[in-house]
């Protein structure tokens, strides 16, 4: 099993850094096709939990949601997701005619799918399109990455305390503390780093690497948790088979979603400054 992450690792992630370097079309298109899978796994998790969500409505929504990102950049944002809850709801009122006593709830439920894979996801497509997106969207998934591990090791040698113990066994408050002392650090020195080949201005700060450093690995385990509580509610021990040793794409984006929309909003926070 161990062999299997690796061999996933050093193919999936090589990959993601390569098109997160170069973005554009094909670094949006793979985000698009990621998010689509990630609503396919949402969908069967939920579904297995014993609520029949609609896939067409999860596909469609979290498509048009990431389309419109990318190609409107938010200008109709609004609009769609006003038409998106209607939707929903004309389904929802449809079911519980049709006798589906969980109505109600499966409108919920493909809200905050929507929300969360197409609103949240949206980040990567709008931290890259930023200026000098480049640098921070390769500041702001590394410091997340290098702050999970540092979590994992820091937690294996003190963590007593289990921070969250039924959603996340293997979750310890010394591994959080590790985490963010990590994140923080390496949040700089990537400032560091990108503004030496000119992915950032040169004159960013540091502090401003260690600022999204920090707030990311403060954050982000929300993710890697909620998407616990989603595999709990369905009994299930992955939300796929999809990368070797790593189960789903939704176990592997849970924490990147939130660093990317952070992200973007931390920058734009950097930028009123």
Request: hydrophobic share 60%; charged share 10%.
């Given at each position: ?208 690497g260690a600022l999204m450093g920090f707030v990311l690995a403060v954050l982000t385990p929300v993710g890697d948790l909620l998407v616990s509580l989603f595999k709990r509610t369905a009994g299930v021990k992955d939300t796929g088979s999809l990368i070797p040793g790593h189960g789903g794409i939704l176990d592997r984006i849970d924490s990147w979603i939130w660093a990317a929309l952070l992200g973007y909003y931390l920058v734009q926070l950097f930028q009123?400054?």
């Open positions: 099993m161990l062999s299997q992450r690796v061999k996933a690792a050093l193919v999936f992630v090589p990959l993601v850094l390569i098109l997160m370097y170069f973005g554009g079309w094909v670094f949006n298109l793979f985000v698009l096709v990621l998010l689509l899978f990630a609503a396919y796994e949402y969908t069967r998790l939920f579904r297995h939990a014993g609520y029949q969500l609609s896939l067409p409505i999860m596909l469609a929504g979290v498509g048009l949601m990431v389309v419109e990102r990318w190609v409107f950049a938010e200008a109709y944002l609004g609009l769609l997701l006003t038409l998106m809850i209607l939707m929903t709801a004309i389904v929802a009122l449809s079911d519980h005619e049709r006798g589906k006593k969980d109505a109600a709830v499966v409108f919920a439920l493909h809200l905050a799918g929507l929300l969360y894979l197409g609103w949240v996801g949206g980040g990567f497509i709008a931290l890259r399109a930023l200026e000098a997106g480049r640098g921070w969207l390769l500041t702001a998934l590394p410091s997340v990455w290098l702050a999970d591990s540092g979590a994992y090791f820091i937690g294996k040698w003190l963590g007593v305390r289990k921070m969250a113990p039924k959603l996340s066994p293997g979750k310890s408050w010394a591994g959080l503390v590790g985490g963010i002392l990590t994140g923080t650090v390496f949040g700089a020195l990537l400032v560091l780093l990108w503004r030496a080949v000119a992915f950032l201005p040169a004159g960013t700060p540091l502090w401003q009123a400054l």
